[in-house]
Every structure is written in C-alpha cells, then in structure tokens.
C-alpha cells in the first residue's frame, strides 16, 4: 500500500509541475569574470579557516616539501621554450636508469600544465607541471620515420625537443631542416629516443611513434613523469645546483 502511495504522490507533483503556468522565459544571457586575488585574504571567514585547518595541514604535507630550486620564471611555448627543452633533457636524463641512451627526447607542450616560478620548486609545483599520468616511455625510430617525427612536430609550430636537436621549420609549419648532435639525419639508420606513453600511441598529431620498433613502455607508478622530474630537481639539489634551462634554438623559424 506505501509504494501505491508514494507512485500517486510522485505522478501528483509531475502533474502539479507539467501544468503550472509558465511564467518565466530566457530573454538573454550575461557573464562576468569574478577575479579571485588577494582582496579576499583582507577579511578571512575564520570559521571557515577553522573547518579548512586540519585538510590544509595534511595538503601542505604532501605538496608543500621542497624538491629544489629553479633559477628563474619558466613557460611551456612553441616553437621552443625553456621549459619544454628542460622536461625534454629531463627524459634524457632519465633514461640511464632504464639501461636506455637515447638520441632525442620528445615532450609535448600540451602535457604541460602550469608555468616555474623562480625559486624554489615544490612537489606541488611539479604537480601542476605534470598532473597526468604520462610515464617515460623508449622507442626506436629509423632515420624515415625520424624525419616523419621532425616533419609532424614543424606541422604543430614545435614542440619539447632535447638538446642536440636542431629544426628549421616556417610559419605556416614546414619542415625545412633537420639535424641531429650535428649531423644530418640518416634516412637508413636507427635512432633511439625517449617519450611519453601518451606520444609512442601516436597522440597530439605525432603518429610517427606509432611505426617504432623494440618500444619499451614501463606501467608502474614510479616511472610517471612527475616522479622523474622530482628526481632530477632532487639530484641538482643534491649537488647544490639551480635548475637551468633556456632557449637556445633547437627548434627556430624561418623568416
């Protein structure tokens, strides 16, 4: 008898609401941008401070811890930045723990989530640089399909390339050169270069990795980019270095 009653009751407000009158119609549409700055620290809402307090502690515990410092403002942009060159030498830098030496490493700028800012560099900040769940992956590319890889990079104005890498490419995204650690690319030889997973399933245009033999694509955690990049500031701090990068031409327009 309660479910009969509860179907009535629900088919009444159905009926209470498909036959009220229409009152109210969309004329138009307005938006507004709320900038959200330091203007709201001015009269904190202290209970809501109170509440926030304890889940801010085991936040800033997690992110807050210090990886090592960066010696000025980085921002990820084509045709190359110092933040893209910078991941890019960091995947290389990485490979030695993967028993891998690898020529060229690849990191794409739509993988990159968020700017450095000068001086020290948090776990939090390497957070928001890679929140993805991209891992350092390894894959062999003929001197073709190398060419394929440079030709599709061009096509997308640049991208992360490592050191050594030396492109000429023109506005409208041509490739008009290419060269490797200072020599030109052999259409015949093999060339191993380090990626992203994300990359070597041939995604952000660049479907050249997907033709690479002998890949090597580890799935545990610990080989996600976030983890290497935290490794690499931790290792300079170690030695008492500031992260550096700059922009030096690897990847330059043709006027």
């Not at 020599?183 to 041939?202: Q, S, W």
Request: hydrophobic content about 35%; some cysteine.
């Amino acid at each position: 008898m309660r479910k009969n009653k509860l179907i009535l009751a629900s088919f009444a407000t159905l009926m209470m609401i498909s036959c009220a009158p229409k009152h109210y119609q969309l004329t138009s549409v307005e938006r507004s941008r709320i900038i959200v700055d330091s203007r709201y620290d001015q009269h904190p809402d202290q209970a809501a401070a109170n509440y926030l307090a304890p889940y801010k502690r085991v936040n800033d515990s997690i992110m807050g811890p210090v990886m090592g410092q960066v010696a000025h403002n980085m921002h990820p942009d084509r045709p190359e930045s110092d933040l893209t060159n910078l991941l890019s030498d960091i995947l290389v830098w990485a490979a030695k723990d993967y028993n891998e030496q690898p020529v060229l490493g690849v990191y794409n700028k739509g993988g990159v989530r968020a700017d450095l800012t000068k001086g020290d560099v948090t776990y939090g900040d390497i957070l928001d640089i890679a929140p993805f769940e991209n891992k350092i992956s390894f894959v062999t590319l003929t001197g073709e399909q190398l060419m394929k890889l440079f030709t599709q990079i061009a096509k997308r104005g640049g991208e992360g390339v490592s050191k050594g890498t030396e492109l000429v490419i023109t506005k409208d995204g041509q490739l008009v050169s290419a060269r490797l650690h200072g020599k030109e690319i052999d259409p015949k030889a093999e060339y191993r270069v380090t990626t992203v997973n994300y990359l070597l399933e041939g995604n952000d245009g660049m479907d050249a990795f997907i033709e690479g033999s002998n890949k090597v694509a580890p799935t545990e955690k610990n080989n996600n980019t976030r983890y290497l990049i935290m490794n690499y500031f931790r290792d300079k701090a170690s030695r008492g270095e500031i992260v550096d990068a700059k922009v030096e031409g690897r990847i330059k327009i043709k006027d």
